[in-house]
T-cell receptor, first 112, second 113 residues
Framework: AQSVTQLGSHVSVSEGALVLLRCNYSSSVPPYLFWYVQYPNQGLQLLLKYTSAATLVKGINGFEAEFKKSETSFHLTKPSAHMSDAAEYFCAVSGNNNDMRFGAGTRLTVKP | GAVVSQHPSWVICKSGTSVKIECRSLDFQATTMFWYRQFPKQSLMLMATSNEGSKATYEQGVEKDKFLINHASLTLSTLTVTSAHPEDSSFYIC?????????FGPGTRLLVL
């Protein structure tokens, strides 16, 4: 069975500060890992994905994530937070059968 | 990635009525679509996997007779909430799968009075 755990249900940063959202996974097969962003009353937008190619994955809006097998982690980072980054972020894991499991989500607040 | 639409975006109905939600894949032929529901401030919960031309696969605890899913074409899947009750009020989101990646629709907010 596959699962992800997001550490911290709420993260608050100042505008211009580093954003770090943590995600650890559990998978019995090589995982496919994803980060999605959700704005209020909207669906999920794909930020980036890891599918066994490069371990450092760059996504949209300046976000990136690094797959670390030894730590079973896939943390999401952005060097400088912008007000528009305030949203809910979900980490997800998928296997060969497209069955995707989501973390509980992390709400990012950006302070001016 | 695939572009997915949902209709309607909002629906309010009376208790006991049925509501149909459409999920369309606009630029991708989707053999598999997924239906999720999301309660306020919670994560997504997979309800069922919709397979084109065959019966949907429901997650444990999801009533298949209450949440009817039809995937009649490669671009359209529908979710019908039958005899809706206030506890069915939620945010329903569909997605399509393309090479292990899911692309999501904008969601449908259902309020049952």
């Amino acid at each position: 069975a596959q699962s992800v755990t997001q550490l911290g249900s709420h993260v608050s940063v100042s505008e211009g500060a580093l954003v770090l959202l943590r995600c650890n996974y559990s998978s019995s097969v090589p995982p496919y890992l994803f980060w999605y962003v959700q704005y209020p009353n909207q669906g999920l937008q794909l930020l980036l994905k890891y599918t066994s190619a490069a371990t450092l994955v760059k996504g949209i809006n300046g976000f990136e994530a690094e797959f670390k097998k030894s730590e079973t982690s896939f943390h999401l980072t952005k060097p400088s937070a912008h007000m528009s980054d305030a949203a809910e972020y979900f980490c997800a894991v998928s296997g060969n059968n497209n069955d995707m499991r989501f973390g509980a989500g992390t709400r990012l607040t950006v302070k001016p | 990635g695939a572009v997915v639409s949902q209709h309607p975006s909002w629906v309010i109905c009376k208790s006991g009525t049925s509501v149909k939600i459409e999920c369309r894949s606009l630029d991708f032929q989707a053999t598999t679509m997924f239906w999720y529901r999301q309660f306020p401030k919670q994560s997504l919960m997979l309800m069922a996997t919709s397979n084109e031309g065959s019966k949907a696969t429901y997650e444990q605890g999801v009533e298949k007779d209450k949440f009817l899913i039809n995937h009649a074409s490669l671009t359209l899947s529908t979710l019908t909430v039958t005899s809706a009750h206030p506890e069915d009020s939620s945010f329903y989101i569909c997605s399509v799968a393309d090479s292990w990646t899911q692309y999501f629709g904008p969601g449908t907010r259902l309020l049952v009075l």
